[in-house]
């Protein structure tokens, strides 16, 4: 188990990282934040994606489906935005925010990567 700088340093070491948040989507609060850049606020990032969260978490509801969200994916021209709910109960209403450089960093492993910290993360 890890605790929450464990997590966001261990994100962090993922090929082509930018940056990594833990966010509370209920409040749009960022609970804890590595990386970033002058490009990138990661809490003004982090605030808007609660929107993008809430708006599917909606519409999962709507739609009256059983599945839960394994995580979102936003394709910029430069980088990848992964968006991971936490599954455990006690990061409901909280998500992982990772964003990566699309040139540097292997989609595929990144998402295994951000699975592997969110199951070790303790709250």
């Known amino acids: 188990m890890a605790n929450l700088d464990v997590a966001l340093k261990s994100a962090m070491s993922i090929e082509g990282a930018i940056g990594v948040a833990l966010v509370d989507y209920t409040s749009g609060m960022t609970l804890g934040v590595a990386g970033g ?3 990138l606020d990661l809490t003004v990032a ?3 994606n609660t929107d993008v969260v809430r708006a599917k978490m909606r519409t ?3 739609l009256k489906l ?3 969200i394994e995580d979102i994916l936003i394709t910029l021209d430069t980088q990848y935005h992964l968006i991971r ?3 455990s109960p006690s990061g409901k209403g909280l998500f992982l925010y990772l964003a990566v450089s699309k040139t540097r960093a292997n989609l595929a492993f990144a998402r295994h990567q951000l699975r592997l910290i969110e199951e070790s993360l303790e709250l």
């Open 60 to 62: 999962i509801e709507m």
């Open 85 to 87: 709910p936490l599954s």
């Open 46 to 48: 982090a605030a808007g």
């Open 37 to 39: 850049s002058a490009e």
């Open 66 to 68: 059983t599945d839960g």
